[in-house]
């Protein structure tokens, strides 16, 4: 089965703190892709990051960093430094083919100033 | 600007009728999507479509219907037969080459209301 389990659901944060959202997938094509997506308060959901099976470096962007582990089969996703803005609805995906991406239930992710 | 546009972004509907929402995009992307998000929950596939006059069930097909029959226009009808059509509804697009496995881009969203 195909299927993404982001077990946090809600997760509140003070200003300035770092923040890890946990992602598990399961898979038994050995062919995927990952994916987060950001949904602020406005509904749409905003492209983050794409990350392949074969390719298991960590990758930096600013404040955002992602930690893919094939042997847990999780890709964490982790805010350093958090600001009021980053908070929304965080949600992983997963793609085993190029039309079918299952998403997780999403992480809301509430940063207090 | 290159963008993916849904309409309305607020739509009421009476039980028993149907309900067209659209969604439009300018990035001539092949592939477009429809997905439902309900409450604490994640998005789930209902229609989607590589090419023009081609489209395939997702997940939960049942009581929507599609067409598509511009490149740039894949709207989604919720039917009467659809039992509970209250959700946000999600468009999206991707570049679709084979085995690329790209990612989609995502329109506001419609808020679907029933009274």
């Known amino acids: 089965a195909q299927k993404v389990t982001q077990a946090q659901t809600e997760i509140s944060v003070v200003e300035k703190e770092d923040v890890t959202l946990d992602c598990v997938y399961e898979?038994?094509?050995?062919?995927?892709?990952l994916f987060w997506y950001k949904q602020p308060p406005s509904g749409e959901l905003v492209f983050l990051i794409r990350?392949?099976?074969?390719?298991?470096q960590n990758e930096i962007s600013g404040r955002y960093s992602w930690n893919f582990q094939k042997s847990t089969s999780s890709f964490n996703f982790t805010i350093t430094a958090s600001q009021v803005v980053d908070s929304a609805v965080y949600f992983c995906a997963l793609s085993y083919n190029n039309n079918d991406m299952r998403f997780g239930a999403g992480t809301r992710l509430t940063v207090k100033p | 600007d290159g963008g993916i546009t849904q309409s309305p972004k607020y739509l009421f509907r009476k039980e028993g009728q149907n309900v067209t929402l659209s969604c439009e995009q300018n990035?001539?992307?092949?592939?477009m999507y429809w997905y439902r998000q309900d409450p604490g929950q994640g998005l789930r596939l209902i229609y989607y479509?590589?090419?023009?006059?081609?489209?395939q069930k997702g997940d939960i097909a049942e009581g929507y219907s599609v067409s598509r029959e511009k490149k740039e226009s894949f709207p989604l009808t919720v039917t009467s037969a659809q039992k509970n059509p209250t959700a946000f509804y999600l468009c999206?697009?991707?570049?679709?080459?084979?085995?690329?496995?790209?990612?989609?881009?995502f329109g506001p969203g419609t808020r679907l209301t029933v009274l």
């Open positions: 990035l001539n992307h092949d592939a």
């Open positions: 990350r392949n099976s074969f390719d298991e």
């Open positions: 999206a697009s991707s570049i679709d080459v084979g085995g690329s496995y790209n990612e989609q881009f």
């Open positions: 479509s590589q090419i023009v006059n081609d489209f």
């Open positions: 898979t038994r094509d050995t062919t995927y892709y």
